[in-house]
């Protein structure tokens, strides 16, 4: 597991890009996992920024999302798919039809979870990132998820939903119930790069990596991973000491 320390939103969207450039560099179809909230948005700018300046294609790019709330239509403000339009897909040259999102709205769930997991399992992930939640969850899995799940149902929790809130005009509007990618989906991923800003996160980050490598913290699971990179500014590494433990080699 490696670190990189940044001072800001911008340093962030930057060290971000570089592990994505790399990828795209060397295999421009390359598959990347995406995901959703106000973390990524730095790296998603920058992703904009260097399509309109220097070009760089994503029409060979396959794009798939981590999670999806249920019961919100792709048009919804609050959507993920809208959210993954308006901040990056409409502003570069990925195809729509090589994009993919759990549907929310399907009629039936548990049919839509076994699509996008059997879509997931012939189209693995170049890269993946990931966000943290307060309480360690990564995607939408919340603590006691099973380290081999797969896309699901979940039910989220009252943190996860307060968390989220702030698109909503009334907290009890966030939907209660989503769709994610699971855990071992995303340890599928040959690399991941994980986000995390601000002093809320410092104590899922410290759980992450010193805490009892258990289910209450789903985001240890990454510790087996071979090729992870984290991405912190000063605020959500305050709880770390460098010297305290060896990364993983």
Request: one cysteine or more; a negative charge.
């Amino acid at each position: 597991m490696k670190f990189a320390l940044v001072k800001n939103n911008k340093e962030l969207g930057e060290r971000a890009f570089f592990e994505i450039k790399q990828v795209l560099d060397a295999k421009p179809d390359a598959v990347i996992g995406f995901a959703t909230g106000s973390t990524p948005l730095p790296l998603y700018a920058k992703m904009v920024d260097d399509y309109k300046k220097n070009g760089t294609s994503y029409k060979a790019v396959r794009a798939v999302n981590l999670d999806e709330y249920v019961g919100l239509d792709a048009k919804d403000k609050n959507s993920y798919a809208r959210f993954m339009r308006e901040n990056l897909f409409d502003h570069i040259d990925i195809l729509p039809e090589n994009t993919d999102i759990p549907n929310g709205m399907a009629q039936d769930l548990e049919a839509e979870c076994a699509r996008y997991s059997e879509m997931l399992s012939v189209t693995p992930r170049d890269i993946q990132i990931l966000g943290i939640g307060a309480n360690g969850h990564i995607g939408f899995n919340e603590p006691y998820t099973k380290k081999d799940s797969t896309t699901h149902i979940v039910s989220l929790t009252a943190r996860t939903r307060a968390d989220n809130a702030a698109g909503f005009k009334n907290p009890a509007a966030v939907p209660i119930y989503a769709l994610t990618m699971g855990i071992s989906e995303i340890l599928a991923a040959k690399k991941i790069i994980l986000l995390a800003t601000g002093e809320k996160k410092a104590q899922a980050i410290y759980d992450m990596l010193r805490a009892r490598e258990d289910l209450s913290c789903p985001a240890t699971a990454l510790r087996g991973h071979p090729d992870v990179t984290v991405i912190l500014d000063k605020e959500a590494a305050s709880l770390l000491k460098f010297d305290e433990w060896t990364p993983a080699e």
